[in-house]
């Protein structure tokens, strides 16, 4: 009974080099969600995915920044052209169930360390 | 702004020593309250959700109440593995799809 499994744990990138973050959801979960968390701050919303579509990408910069839920594989982030800025933990969450169902719960993965240097 | 605080920034117990961590937040359409606790090294696991002012969870020594501004999470005689860092979030009408997390605050009980 796996839940959220992200990998690489750790990707360490040089400057400009190209981040691929990936995601597989609980089974059976159509919703996922990523978050990136920075040293001393709390978690952020970046994107929302629902098989094969974006519903919501308003927390992910305009450039660089892409995420994809394919209809079959993982949910991926991509970000190109790293800077040390783009340095955080970043976290995928998945649910059963939409962001206005009474009942959501998110499950989330043990996270991506994205170091660049 | 979204605006979701929590308090204290961290807290240290003796084992045995109850106390409360706090959550407070200023939107008008709560949607939710979730509180998670997190590991070091690990994602956030969920432990409650809160959707009406006076609604009341409990899971083991933990028990998390909700007010119009506020939630509260009640630690009873704590053990060494409660030590962890907890984050509250909050899902609002003004927030959209997203969810809006505190800081978090970071628990130590020492034994």
């Known amino acids: 009974n796996a839940g959220v499994m992200q990998n690489p744990r750790h990707l360490v990138r040089r400057r400009g080099q190209e981040a691929r973050l990936r995601c597989s959801p609980v089974?059976?979960?159509?919703?996922v969600y990523w978050y990136r968390q920075l040293p001393e701050e709390g978690l952020k919303f970046m994107v929302y995915?629902?098989?094969?579509?974006?519903?919501?990408e308003s927390g992910m910069p305009k450039e660089r920044f892409s995420a994809e839920f394919p209809k079959e594989g993982p949910s991926i982030l991509r970000i190109q052209q790293v800077v040390r800025g783009d340095s955080a933990a970043y976290f995928c969450?998945?649910?059963?169930?939409?962001?206005?169902?009474?009942?959501?719960?998110?499950?989330f993965g043990s996270g991506t360390q994205l170091s660049v240097l | 702004e979204d605006q979701v605080t929590q308090s204290p920034e961290a807290l240290r117990l003796q084992e045995g020593e109850s106390s409360s961590l706090n959550c407070s937040y200023t939107?008008?359409?709560?949607?939710?309250l979730f509180w998670y606790r997190q590991d070091p090294g690990k994602g956030p696991e969920f432990l409650f959700t809160?959707?009406?002012a006076g609604e009341e969870k409990e899971k083991e020594r933990l028990k998390a109440t909700l007010t119009k501004k506020e939630s509260f999470l009640h630690i009873t005689a704590p053990k060494p593995e409660d030590s962890a860092t907890y984050l509250c979030?909050?899902?609002?009408?003004?927030?959209?799809?997203?969810?809006?997390f505190g800081a978090g605050t970071i628990l130590r009980v020492k034994s």
């Open positions: 969450a998945s649910s059963a169930v939409g962001v206005s169902a009474t009942n959501e719960k998110l499950f």
């Open positions: 089974k059976g979960h159509s919703h």
């Open positions: 995915l629902q098989k094969e579509n974006i519903i919501d």
């Open positions: 939107v008008s359409g709560l949607r939710g």
């Open positions: 809160l959707y009406s």
């Open positions: 979030a909050v899902r609002a009408m003004e927030y959209g799809n997203k969810l809006v």
